[in-house]
């Protein structure tokens, strides 16, 4: 697909991932942003900076922005919908616990993989995501284990910004996440829809 305008993420949305790091499940959506510039497409490498010790895979549901979506109520989203993505919201664990903020350890080169888009819109309480890392499942969850489901993401993030056609959402990953390694690929599914993997190297 083409560049996005912006990437909005949001963090902590599955019960499980939330505990599988010691955080509480927010009480309204945990917002962050990648920057277009992360993007890679499918078997492009996924390069562990030096700055970082351990980078992990998430696995996620991106939502592909059709229409501009300002103020729009939850209905109103559903019909500002493009498609879906396979989407690896690739972190370095340690520069994010570090820093607080999370745009250096979110936010390298290479850190977003995105696959092939598919139009239209899904049951959007149905989609299973799942995580391999050299073929070996590591992450599996139905959308509707979100703590906040898609159209509601889209209405909280619609009164602060408004989503522009082409704009990605990615809606949080389940729990199962992993470090990787030079060599390792690692591929994101949705199963039925979309799918991205990528080697793994380390920065040269
Ligand atoms: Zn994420």
């Given at each position: 697909m083409s560049r996005p305008g912006k990437i909005v993420c949001v963090g902590r949305n599955y019960r499980e991932h939330a505990k599988e790091l010691g955080n509480e499940v927010p009480t309204a959506p945990l917002l962050f942003l990648k920057p277009p510039s992360a993007v890679i497409a499918p078997g492009v490498p996924i390069v562990i900076p030096k700055a970082s010790q351990r980078v992990d895979h998430e696995a996620e549901i991106g939502v592909v922005i059709g229409a501009p979506l300002r103020r729009a109520t939850p209905a109103q989203c559903a019909a500002g919908i493009r498609g879906i993505v396979a989407l690896n919201d690739v972190t370095a664990r340690d520069l994010q616990k570090s820093d607080g903020q999370w745009t250096r350890g979110k936010g390298f080169d290479t850190f977003c993989p995105i696959g092939p888009e598919w139009t239209g819109v899904p049951p959007l309480d149905a989609i299973t995501v799942v995580a391999r890392v050299n073929g070996e499942e590591k992450q599996r969850a139905s959308?509707?284990?979100?703590?906040?489901?898609i159209l509601d993401l889209l209405s909280y993030i619609s009164q602060i910004m408004t989503l522009e056609p082409g704009d990605v959402v990615a809606t949080g990953t389940p729990s199962g996440i992993s470090a990787l390694k030079p060599g390792d690929v690692v591929e994101i599914e949705l199963v039925g829809y979309s799918k991205v993997s990528n080697p793994v190297e380390a920065e040269a």
């Open positions: 959308s509707a284990e979100m703590v906040f489901p």
